[in-house]
């Protein structure tokens, strides 16, 4: 009964979202006119001649080209960053785990802007594709700061937390050395990109990549939730319960860097969304990785989504990177959460 | 071996010659000037410049331009890693890097004043070459007047007044002359663009909104408060900008505005085909070239108005 209350009260606040990310800007659009761009677009699109007006061609292009991709893609990155916070806590089963904090965005950046600034030796840079340069840079970061916090049997949360900073601080370099070295004059934009985060300019064809990775990944976190919640008890009750450990570590790893790498390359490094977002959900509905996945993820797009509102709207007709948004709500999350000590997913 | 043990046996007398010249250097710096004036700078600093000038060393490429225009090109020590214009003088120059300073390059081409301007750089910046006896003088560029007051501040410091002097005038006249010719023209509403890609652009306290205003156009974006917004795609669809002027050079392919914004097809400058781009160096560098931005800006809002050439103080 619970869980229906919950399931719809997400499904309403997912639908005002999308509403009022469609209904504010800079431009002057009237909600009657948005809706009636959305319900043309939407009978057009179903093939029906549509009983409605033709609407006003820069009100369709504002609704219907501009905003609705942006907050579809808001929702994605959000939802795919917060799914892949509860996957590295369940790794590393410690609640300060975040794609952002752990170095896989910075490491994405990188990638990123290695391949977008032509920067990668010819052959190399043929075969990649920015989203796969950008999987490739934080599957690079993840694994050095994993291998660094791994010590004999356990995983050490000082070393993981101090080896995540420092391949963080180590590969925003990377990407600053490059743009700034860099012969194109869009460097600036380039750098402020990929180190802030900014959903400016979304198109249609942005969305692609971003939706068949978070949408898979989601899948199957949610199908893995039983071997996750036994994570959580420890490995190596984990690894009796018949949970082939190692697998599943590597596999969490992996799915982490592509899923980051996507979001990273359409949308930068946006942090702490994967730390706020879990923490929240668990407090709210328990430690259970079925419910904690999907509420997670819808919690995480809602977030995104608002930030990402309060981004093109603070200052009338211009557009702030909405990293600086998450980080300015999510670094005091990240101190008071470091302030209470360990929590142990409530079990000590 | 030997030749090992010889080394640490010098070692000590050679330490001593090291401090011994170094004093001397450090007495020799310390005698005053023959002649100095103390003046105040365009961020209210007190500079002590020495009366005769004769080299300078400007860290930003637009104080070279003005610093030609003052009638000081020969006073040149050196220029910075970004210098361009005029190829004749800047070429042959050596370079410094002014982002972050190189300090000791600069006091390598041991300068009797150093030329700033607060959008490179900061006064922090300058206090470890005041340290060093160099003065620093800080240039401000808000509005276009203070292009032109640069020039005769620099012909003052130069001891070049009567040539700075003609040459402030003449830039003066020539905008002067534009407003005039362009007055009685219906004036287009126009966007200029410092990035295709993100909408980097001139707000209000901008100078740029002046001399589109002088070339006959309306700017769209002299209302911003932020000299440089970042502006919304939203935005240039609600402005409805019946031209567009890029700063991304000579070469580019303006239809590539179009392909970055697909949703603009309905503003009218990219249905009108009104979408230029011209060099930045003659808008976004504030210097003597901004009259010729000025009239290049003109030429292309007002294309069947019959402009005289824009003076060209720099050959």
Redesign the interface.
């Given at each position: 009964m619970r869980t229906a209350l919950l399931s719809l009260g997400l499904l309403g606040a997912l639908l005002v979202t999308v509403g009022a990310a469609l209904s504010f800007g800079s431009a002057a659009v009237s909600f009657a006119d948005a809706y009636h761009v959305v319900a043309y677009r939407v009978a057009d699109g179903f093939g029906a001649s549509s009983p409605l007006d033709v609407p006003d061609p820069i009100a369709e292009r504002v609704v219907w080209h501009l905003r609705l991709p942006r907050v579809l893609l808001a929702l994605l990155v959000g939802g795919g960053l917060s799914v892949i916070g509860v996957a590295m806590q369940a790794l590393v089963r410690n609640p300060l785990a975040e794609p952002y904090i752990l170095g896989i965005s910075s490491g994405a950046s990188a990638g990123a802007s290695l391949f977008y600034l032509g920067f990668l030796p010819p052959l190399l840079g043929q075969a990649l594709s920015m989203p796969l340069a950008a999987f490739l840079g934080g599957l690079l970061s993840i694994t050095i700061v994993y291998l660094v916090a791994y010590t004999g049997s356990r995983l050490s949360v000082a070393r993981l937390l101090l080896a995540g900073v420092a391949m963080s601080a180590l590969m925003a370099s990377v990407t600053s050395f490059i743009t700034f070295s860099s012969p194109d004059p869009g460097k600036l934009r380039a750098v402020l990109f990929w180190l802030l985060g900014s959903l400016s300019g979304t198109q249609w064809t942005d969305l692609v990549w971003p939706f068949v990775t978070t949408a898979s990944g989601s899948v199957l976190l949610f199908v893995l939730a039983r071997p996750l919640d036994a994570m959580l008890i420890g490995e190596e009750s984990a690894y009796h319960l018949g949970i082939p450990v190692e697998a599943l570590k590597r596999l969490l790893i992996g799915l982490a860097a592509l899923v980051t790498g996507a979001l990273v390359a359409v949308a930068g490094a946006i942090g702490f969304v994967g730390l706020i977002i879990p923490h929240a959900v668990r407090l709210l509905i328990g430690v259970s990785h079925r419910r904690v996945v999907p509420v997670a993820f819808i919690g995480g797009a809602l977030f995104l989504a608002w930030a990402d509102l309060a981004a093109r709207t603070l200052l009338p007709e211009q557009e702030l990177p909405v990293g600086i948004l998450t980080a300015l709500c999510g670094v005091p999350f990240f101190l008071a959460l470091l302030r209470r000590g360990s929590y142990g997913f409530g079990a000590p | 071996m030997r030749v090992f043990f010889r080394f640490r046996v010098f070692n000590p007398l050679a330490h001593v010659w090291v401090l011994l010249s170094f004093l001397l250097v450090c007495a020799g710096c310390t005698d005053p000037e023959p002649s100095t004036s103390p003046l105040t700078d365009a961020l209210d600093r007190s500079v002590v410049v020495p009366d005769t000038v004769t080299r300078v060393v400007p860290l930003a490429p637009n104080l070279t331009e003005l610093t030609v225009a003052a009638g000081g090109g020969d006073r040149l020590a050196a220029v910075t890693v970004s210098d361009d214009f005029p190829p004749a003088i800047v070429d042959p120059l050596p370079r410094v890097q002014t982002l972050p300073v190189d300090y000791e390059a600069i006091v390598g081409h041991d300068p009797d004043l150093v030329l700033a301007t607060d959008q490179v750089n900061t006064p922090d910046d300058a206090a470890p070459l005041q340290q060093m006896d160099v003065p620093v003088y800080f240039f401000s560029f808000n509005a276009v007047t203070d292009i032109f007051e640069g020039i005769r501040t620099l012909g003052t410091l130069l001891g070049t007044s009567s040539q700075a002097e003609a040459a402030a005038d003449r830039l003066t006249s020539a905008l002067d002359t534009l407003r005039a010719r362009t007055a009685s023209r219906d004036a287009p509403r126009v966007l200029v663009l410092v990035?295709?890609?993100?909408?980097y652009a001139f707000g209000g306290p901008s100078y740029v909104n002046t001399l589109v205003e002088a070339a006959g156009g309306r700017s769209v974006t002299d209302h911003?408060e932020t000299a440089a917004?970042?502006?919304?795609?939203?935005?240039v669809?609600?402005a409805a900008p019946d031209v567009i002027i890029g700063l991304f050079g000579d070469d580019y392919d303006t239809r590539q505005l179009a392909r970055?914004?697909?949703?603009?097809?309905?503003v009218p400058a990219i249905q009108t085909g009104r979408v230029y781009s011209i060099s930045p160096d003659l808008v976004s560098r504030p210097g003597p070239r901004v009259v010729q931005g000025a009239y290049r800006i003109a030429a292309l809002l007002h294309p069947d108005l019959d402009l005289p050439a824009p003076p060209a103080l720099i050959e």
């Amino acid at each position: 009964m619970r869980t229906a209350l919950l399931s719809l009260g997400l499904l309403g606040a997912l639908l005002v979202t999308v509403g009022a990310a469609l209904s504010f800007g800079s431009a002057a659009v009237s909600f009657a006119d948005a809706y009636h761009v959305v319900a043309y677009r939407v009978a057009d699109g179903f093939g029906a001649s549509s009983p409605l007006d033709v609407p006003d061609p820069i009100a369709e292009r504002v609704v219907w080209h501009l905003r609705l991709p942006r907050v579809l893609l808001a929702l994605l990155v959000g939802g795919g960053l917060s799914v892949i916070g509860v996957a590295m806590q369940a790794l590393v089963r410690n609640p300060l785990a975040e794609p952002y904090i752990l170095g896989i965005s910075s490491g994405a950046s990188a990638g990123a802007s290695l391949f977008y600034l032509g920067f990668l030796p010819p052959l190399l840079g043929q075969a990649l594709s920015m989203p796969l340069a950008a999987f490739l840079g934080g599957l690079l970061s993840i694994t050095i700061v994993y291998l660094v916090a791994y010590t004999g049997s356990r995983l050490s949360v000082a070393r993981l937390l101090l080896a995540g900073v420092a391949m963080s601080a180590l590969m925003a370099s990377v990407t600053s050395f490059i743009t700034f070295s860099s012969p194109d004059p869009g460097k600036l934009r380039a750098v402020l990109f990929w180190l802030l985060g900014s959903l400016s300019g979304t198109q249609w064809t942005d969305l692609v990549w971003p939706f068949v990775t978070t949408a898979s990944g989601s899948v199957l976190l949610f199908v893995l939730a039983r071997p996750l919640d036994a994570m959580l008890i420890g490995e190596e009750s984990a690894y009796h319960l018949g949970i082939p450990v190692e697998a599943l570590k590597r596999l969490l790893i992996g799915l982490a860097a592509l899923v980051t790498g996507a979001l990273v390359a359409v949308a930068g490094a946006i942090g702490f969304v994967g730390l706020i977002i879990p923490h929240a959900v668990r407090l709210l509905i328990g430690v259970s990785h079925r419910r904690v996945v999907p509420v997670a993820f819808i919690g995480g797009a809602l977030f995104l989504a608002w930030a990402d509102l309060a981004a093109r709207t603070l200052l009338p007709e211009q557009e702030l990177p909405v990293g600086i948004l998450t980080a300015l709500c999510g670094v005091p999350f990240f101190l008071a959460l470091l302030r209470r000590g360990s929590y142990g997913f409530g079990a000590p | 071996m030997r030749v090992f043990f010889r080394f640490r046996v010098f070692n000590p007398l050679a330490h001593v010659w090291v401090l011994l010249s170094f004093l001397l250097v450090c007495a020799g710096c310390t005698d005053p000037e023959p002649s100095t004036s103390p003046l105040t700078d365009a961020l209210d600093r007190s500079v002590v410049v020495p009366d005769t000038v004769t080299r300078v060393v400007p860290l930003a490429p637009n104080l070279t331009e003005l610093t030609v225009a003052a009638g000081g090109g020969d006073r040149l020590a050196a220029v910075t890693v970004s210098d361009d214009f005029p190829p004749a003088i800047v070429d042959p120059l050596p370079r410094v890097q002014t982002l972050p300073v190189d300090y000791e390059a600069i006091v390598g081409h041991d300068p009797d004043l150093v030329l700033a301007t607060d959008q490179v750089n900061t006064p922090d910046d300058a206090a470890p070459l005041q340290q060093m006896d160099v003065p620093v003088y800080f240039f401000s560029f808000n509005a276009v007047t203070d292009i032109f007051e640069g020039i005769r501040t620099l012909g003052t410091l130069l001891g070049t007044s009567s040539q700075a002097e003609a040459a402030a005038d003449r830039l003066t006249s020539a905008l002067d002359t534009l407003r005039a010719r362009t007055a009685s023209r219906d004036a287009p509403r126009v966007l200029v663009l410092v990035g295709d890609e993100t909408l980097y652009a001139f707000g209000g306290p901008s100078y740029v909104n002046t001399l589109v205003e002088a070339a006959g156009g309306r700017s769209v974006t002299d209302h911003f408060e932020t000299a440089a917004p970042t502006l919304s795609e939203e935005f240039v669809l609600d402005a409805a900008p019946d031209v567009i002027i890029g700063l991304f050079g000579d070469d580019y392919d303006t239809r590539q505005l179009a392909r970055l914004h697909p949703t603009w097809d309905v503003v009218p400058a990219i249905q009108t085909g009104r979408v230029y781009s011209i060099s930045p160096d003659l808008v976004s560098r504030p210097g003597p070239r901004v009259v010729q931005g000025a009239y290049r800006i003109a030429a292309l809002l007002h294309p069947d108005l019959d402009l005289p050439a824009p003076p060209a103080l720099i050959e």
